[in-house]
T-cell receptor, first 110, second 116 residues
Framework: QKEVEQNSGPLSVPEGAIASLNCTYS??????FFWYRQYSGKSPELIMS????GDKEDGRFTAQLNKASQYVSLLIRDSQPSDSATYLC??????????FGQGTTLQVKP | GAVVSQHPSRVICKSGTSVKIECRSL??????MFWYRQFPKQSLMLMAT?????????EQGVEKDKFLINHASLTLSTLTVTSAHPEDSSFYIC????????????FGPGTRLTVL
């Protein structure tokens, strides 16, 4: 069974710090990876997608992918209290079909 | 663009009744829609993949006779929870994949179902 693993947290960081969120996946053939942010009671919103090994930066967010280690991470620089949410890692396992990790709750303390 | 709506946003029903949830892509055509369920403090679990004009594909462990899915047009899919019970209380979220090209999924705002 294809799995996506995340530490549920909570991960607590002070405002302005770097938050590092990690995810591992079991399907070595996976090619597409996504990070979603979900606020309590809301549906997920896409933050980043990454398809190639290495880093991909978008504003304060950097996604990192290492297919050999089956590892994908999300770095949030200059964390803000508004970044406090649950971050879901998702892996595409079929045409449009995503498998989600359990999510990591991030708390950014003012 | 790429807006997906769900209706209702919140529903409370008595045990044994059926509840229908609608998922609409407002500004694009979606050949494929996905239905997820999310229990408190847990992640999204894919229930089924809905393709326009054909039968839905259900994930292992999801009862197709209990969760009826209809994808009658390129902009509308419905999920009907039949004979709902308290254990069906959950947050139901749909997503839609645009026809032709990008594989990106666009999520609806979700429906909170409470079965008394």
């Amino acid at each position: 069974q294809k799995e996506v693993e995340q530490n549920s947290g909570p991960l607590s960081v002070p405002e302005g710090a770097i938050a590092s969120l990690n995810c591992t996946y079991s399907d070595r053939g996976s090619q597409s990876f996504f990070w979603y942010r979900q606020y309590s009671g809301k549906s997920p919103e896409l933050i980043m997608s990454i398809y190639s090994n290495g880093d991909k930066e978008d504003g304060r967010f950097t996604a990192q992918l290492n297919k050999a280690s089956q590892y994908v991470s999300l770095l949030i620089r200059d964390s803000q209290p508004s970044d406090s949410a649950t971050y879901l890692c998702a892996v595409r396992v079929g045409p449009g079909k995503l498998i989600f990790g359990q999510g990591t709750t991030l708390q950014v303390k003012p | 663009g790429a807006v997906v709506s769900q209706h209702p946003s919140r529903v409370i029903c008595k045990s044994g009744t059926s509840v229908k949830i609608e998922c609409r892509s407002l500004d694009f055509q979606a050949t494929t829609m996905f239905w997820y369920r999310q229990f408190p403090k847990q992640s999204l679990m894919l229930m089924a993949t809905s393709n326009e004009g054909s039968k839905a594909t259900y994930e292992q462990g999801v009862e197709k006779d209990k969760f009826l899915i209809n994808h009658a047009s390129l902009t509308l899919s419905t999920l009907t929870v039949t004979s709902a019970h308290p254990e069906d209380s959950s947050f139901y979220i749909c997503s839609a994949r645009a026809s032709g090209g990008t594989n990106e999924q666009f999520f609806g705002p979700g429906t909170r179902l409470t079965v008394l």
